[in-house]
Every structure is written in C-alpha cells, then in structure tokens.
C-alpha cells in the first residue's frame, strides 16, 4: 500500500512540474478548454487560449519581438508538420491534434478551408499553462 501510495505521489509530482516547463510535444485533446499555449519559431513568438481541444479551436496572437502581440482571432491548430514532402509526391502529412518541437504547425485562419491554410517555421519552443 506504501509503494502505491509513493507511486501517486511521484505521477502527480511529476504533472506539476510539468505545467508551465518546456515540453517537445503537447497533444491538444489532453488539455483543458481554456488552457494557455505559447510556442516561439524563428520569426515570432505565439500565444494560444485553447477554446475546444477537440477541434483544436483557439485565440491566436502572434508577436516578432515577444512585446507587442497582434490582437487575438480565431484559429484552428491543425497539427504538427514537415510540409510537403517532396519523395511522397508533394503529400503533406499532418500529426493532427499535436503541437511538435522541430516541426511546422499547420494553422486554418477561422475556417479548415484550404486557402486559409498557413504552416509557421518550426517549431522551437512549446509551454503550457
């Protein structure tokens, strides 16, 4: 009883030393409406409220000095990618519903239709609140 009383200890020890850490991958469904994402590329810093993890729903403001952040529009964060792969054809294979380090992520600006489509430069830093 010790031993799984220690083992809780430590998982749950372990989730709050998680929140607000850096993180290599975060998958959208596994957080809360509401809960806050920012993840920096080369160019720009972004900052996500998470408004339905299911669809990957989200406000959306993007900085590039990490001070001045556009106003916040609705986006769908469609997931994690390298872009067109050239030895597949062109096909652009998405990690739906995730957030990666060292990849793209594949943004639709207020609709899933195609031309409002957009791939940010990779990924280079993911945080949690």
Known sequence: MLLR?????CAL???AAAHGDELKRVTLHDLAPGSHVEFTTADRMY??????PATGEAKL????????FSEARTVYLLGATQG???ESGGITF?????????????LGFGS?????RYL??????IRVE
Not at 112 to 116: A, I, P, T, V, W
């Open 94 to 106: 998405v990690k739906m519903n995730q957030l990666q380090a060292g990849l793209r992520l594949e």
């Open 13 to 15: 020890t372990a989730g």
């Open 5 to 9: 009383s220690t083992a809780f200890v």
């Open 112 to 116: 899933l239709e195609q031309q409002d």
């Open 120 to 125: 940010t430069e990779p990924i280079r830093s």
């Open 61 to 68: 403001a993007a900085s590039t000095d990490g001070v001045k």
């Open 47 to 52: 900052r996500a409220e998470v408004t339905n």
């Open 84 to 86: 067109q792969v050239a």
